[in-house]
C-alpha cells in the first residue's frame, strides 16, 4: 500500500460543476497537510495547506479528517483554468525532507 | 522575482556521461531538496538538506550525489547517467521541517540515451 493515495482520476467536468478530491494517508504521525497544482510541464506550485479546523480560499475548500486520515479537495464553480494534476502531499513535520506526494490526480474542466 | 533557479532548463546525455544540475534559491530557507518525476507519477526525493552543510539521502538516492556548496544553492551531480535516469528534476526549498510547503524551481527535463 502506498503510504499517500489519491483518487486515479481523470476527472472530466463541465464548467460550473463541483468537484471533489480525496487522499489518504498511511503514516497516523503526519504533521502537515498540502495540496499543490501543477500544469503540464511545469513545477507544482502550493495551492492550499490543510488544517484540521478546514479552511476556505474563495472556490476552494481542504478538510482533514485525522481519525479516517484523510484530507479533501473541493472545487466549486469549476473554471476552464483549474484544469490541472492536484498534488496531495502529506509531511511527517518530524524531519526536513519528510514529505511524501500522491501521484496526482487529473482534472479536466471543459466547456 | 524570488524563487528558486533551476539551470539546466534541457539536458540530452548520453549513458555513462556525467553532469551537474544547479539550484539556487533566495528566499534565505535553510532547507532545499532535490525530487524526481517520472510520468503519471508523484514526486520522489533523491537528496535533501536540512540546513547549510547537511544532507540525507532520499527515497531514490542510487547515481546521485549533492552539495549544499552554501544557505542559497544545492546542486545535484549524475557521476555516470543511466536511461533509468531519464526524468523531470525538480529542485525546492523551505522553510525548516517544510511545514509551510515548499517553493520549486521550474525543472530540468533530462534524457538520458
Known amino acids: 500500500r502506498k503510504e499517500v493515495e489519491q483518487d486515479p482520476g481523470p476527472f472530466n467536468v463541465p464548467e460550473g460543476a463541483t468537484v471533489a478530491f480525496n487522499c489518504t494517508y498511511s503514516?497516523?504521525?503526519?504533521?502537515?497537510f498540502f495540496w499543490y497544482r501543477q500544469d503540464c510541464r511545469k513545477e507544482p506550485k502550493l495551492l492550499m495547506s490543510v488544517y484540521s479546523s478546514g479552511n476556505e480560499d474563495g472556490r476552494f475548500t481542504a478538510q482533514l479528517n485525522r481519525a479516517s486520515q484523510y484530507i479533501s479537495l473541493l472545487i466549486r464553480d469549476s473554471k476552464l483554468s483549474d484544469s490541472a494534476t492536484y498534488l496531495c502531499?502529506?509531511?511527517?513535520?518530524?524531519?526536513?525532507?519528510?514529505?511524501?506526494f500522491g501521484d496526482g490526480t487529473t482534472l479536466t474542466v471543459k466547456p | 522575482n524570488a524563487g528558486v533557479t533551476q539551470t539546466p532548463k534541457f539536458q540530452v546525455l548520453k549513458t555513462g556521461q556525467s553532469m551537474t544540475l544547479q539550484c539556487a534559491q533566495d528566499m534565505n530557507h535553510n532547507s532545499m531538496y532535490w525530487y524526481r518525476q517520472d510520468p503519471g507519477m508523484g514526486l520522489r526525493l533523491i537528496y535533501y538538506?536540512?540546513?547549510?552543510?547537511?544532507?540525507d539521502k532520499g527515497e531514490v538516492p542510487n547515481g546521485y550525489n549533492v552539495s549544499r556548496l552554501n544557505k542559497r544553492e544545492f546542486s545535484l551531480r549524475l557521476e555516470s547517467a543511466a536511461p533509468s535516469q531519464t526524468s523531470v528534476y525538480f529542485c525546492a526549498s523551505s522553510e525548516a521541517q517544510a511545514a509551510f510547503g515548499y517553493t520549486f524551481g521550474s525543472g530540468t527535463r533530462l534524457t538520458v540515451v
Open positions: 538538506s536540512a540546513s547549510e552543510g547537511t544532507t
Open positions: 503514516n497516523s504521525a503526519s504533521q502537515s
Open positions: 502531499v502529506v509531511n511527517e513535520g518530524t524531519n526536513a525532507g519528510k514529505s511524501t
